[in-house]
């Protein structure tokens, strides 16, 4: 099943969109008939069916990556950080093999984070179309100043815990317990450093429907109540499990292409050509110079029968060496991919005419 990769500015309420989707996806799939739903029965206790799609949710939270990762501020980096960007591109690492590990036919991905980088969004659609599983984007567009209103309340939020560290504990509980009724964000979430902040929103490259691993986009802003929520989910749902989801092919130049006809491209050209030659000396040995017929295919009972293939020698007799010359040559022409497409018994016929075409031709001007 498909990949939803959650992006926008920090703060910008991104985790909790990305909660209420969680739900959201947990009850349709609830809701959905089991495939190996069975009648119950009074005599026997029947295995609980198993739903027909997995959920997951992959974030930093649940990762464990720390908002320090982001932090390009040499001086606030650890001593064993290699470089001021190494920890970001490990913690994305770090999120690749998680999705890398559940993401199947049967799975459906929900990836909280920043997803800022456009290369980034680009790779896991990549992986996702590997799959032959669809992808889509959902932008959770907030104010940037109102974003930055919610990480400069938890950065105020962590200075105080901080100096009630210092106090007794029913008089920071007492503290703490007021806070929460007069915030709505109450969360412990850890915050970002302002220039931290400041910089990844720098950063972000806005995702862009018409790039194909940015679509389908969707958008949930700030002010969205449940019933547009609902609206946009409704979309994200039918988009990856509805009568609107695509059927997904990986890019054809990854795809191993079939070697049940007789192996590949490359292994066809070196055998059709080899067969050729061979049959070349044998009828040359028996029948001398002039015309000597070449069978179209070297495996008559595993092809289509038809005219024999006519090679114009020389009077003067060809040997070995001269035909393995010619033949190499061939090979070197025709082993970029030409007739890639139509491996087995079809390529191998159009190999031995175009190969006893190229002979006359090499034949006529070199003798």
């Known amino acids: 099943m498909p990949l939803i990769t959650i992006t926008g500015l920090p703060t910008s309420g991104k985790s909790t969109r990305a909660r209420q989707l969680h739900a959201y996806l947990a009850a349709r799939i609830a809701a959905l008939p089991s495939p190996n739903t069975q009648t119950p029965t009074s005599t026997s206790n029947q295995p609980k069916p198993k739903p027909p799609y997995n959920l997951h949710l992959i974030s930093d939270d649940t990762l464990s990556i720390p908002r320090t990762v982001y932090d390009l501020s040499p001086a606030q980096l650890p001593a064993h950080v290699r470089s001021a960007n190494a920890s970001e591109k490990d913690a994305r690492a770090a999120a690749f093999g998680a999705v890398k590990r559940v993401l199947s036919p049967r799975d459906i991905v929900v990836l909280d984070g920043l997803n800022y980088i456009k290369g980034w969004r680009y790779q896991l659609y990549c992986e996702a179309k590997n799959l032959s599983t669809p992808s889509c984007v959902l932008q959770v567009g907030g104010g940037r100043e109102r974003a930055r209103g919610v990480n400069e309340g938890r950065l105020e939020r962590r200075k105080l815990r901080g100096e009630g560290e210092g106090k007794g504990e029913g008089e920071e509980n007492g503290e703490k317990k007021a806070e929460d009724e007069n915030n709505d964000d109450v969360d412990d979430t850890e915050p970002y450093e302002p220039a931290s902040w400041e910089n990844l929103v720098f950063r972000y490259e806005e995702p862009n429907p018409m790039a194909r691993w940015d679509s389908p986009l969707f958008t949930l802003i700030w002010e969205d109540d449940e019933a547009q929520t609902k609206e946009v989910f409704d979309k994200i749902w039918d ?75 020389p009077a003067k007799k060809v040997v070995l060496p001269q035909l393995q010359r010619f033949r190499r040559a061939f090979v070197a022409l025709n082993r970029g991919g030409i007739g890639l497409e139509a491996v087995g018994v079809l390529a191998a016929e159009r190999l031995r005419e175009s190969f006893v075409g190229y002979l006359n031709d090499a034949f006529e001007k070199d003798f």
């Open 239 to 313: 988009t990856i499990a509805g009568e609107g989801r695509k059927l997904v092919r990986p890019n054809q130049s990854t795809v191993q292409r079939d070697k049940d006809p007789g192996g590949d491209y490359l292994y066809i050209l070196e055998r059709e050509t080899q067969d050729v030659v061979k049959k070349i000396l044998e009828r040359q040995a028996d029948e001398g110079g002039g015309a000597v017929r070449v069978p179209r295919v070297s495996n008559p009972s595993g092809g289509r029968a038809g005219d024999d293939l006519v090679v114009e020698l």
